[in-house]
């Protein structure tokens, strides 16, 4: 696969993405600003805010790397007001504002298996085209 951040990759010690991701067909979710071209709506956080990964280590950067997406939107909204109530109460100036969904093929990029809160890591290749693909369904 030809990943969008394949030279960030390059950079880092850690095989990224894992060996335990995997390609997928599922609808995912996940936050976003209110222009969907909004060039923050699928920047990974690595690029968003690199000086949180001063000093991390080269996992914490391949994760910094990834988008985050939800399962669900119920899984995307409560990580959200969990987040903005507990760390990041400008979760709406850095985060996104509203809730958009999405039918992701195995020609998109890899995942991670979701965890306990419906959260994954998905790298995506190049070429993407979620501005065009993303339908926003709901204000946070």
């Known amino acids: 696969m030809d990943f969008q951040f394949l030279e960030d990759f390059k950079k880092i010690s850690v095989k990224c993405p894992p060996e335990s991701y995997i390609?997928?067909?599922?609808?995912v979710f996940r936050w976003v600003f209110d222009d969907i071209t909004d060039e923050r709506n699928f920047q990974p956080l690595f690029y968003r805010n690199p000086k949180?990964?001063?000093?991390?280590s080269d996992w914490e950067k391949c994760k910094g790397l990834a988008l985050s997406l939800f399962i669900s939107e119920d899984f995307a909204k409560n990580r959200f007001y969990d987040l903005k109530d507990t760390t990041c109460p400008i979760a709406y100036k850095v985060l996104g504002t509203?809730?958009?969904?999405?039918?992701?093929?195995?020609?998109?990029?890899?995942?991670?298996?979701?965890?306990?809160?419906?959260?994954?890591?998905?790298?995506?290749?190049?070429?993407?085209?979620?501005?065009n693909r993303f339908t926003i369904i709901s204000k946070l």
Do not use: R, W
């Open 23 to 27: 390609s997928k067909n599922m609808q």
């Open 98 to 131: 509203n809730v958009a969904k999405c039918d992701i093929t195995e020609n998109d990029g890899l995942n991670e298996e979701p965890n306990n809160i419906g959260h994954f890591n998905h790298h995506p290749v190049k070429n993407h085209d979620y501005e």
């Open 52 to 56: 949180k990964y001063l000093g991390a």
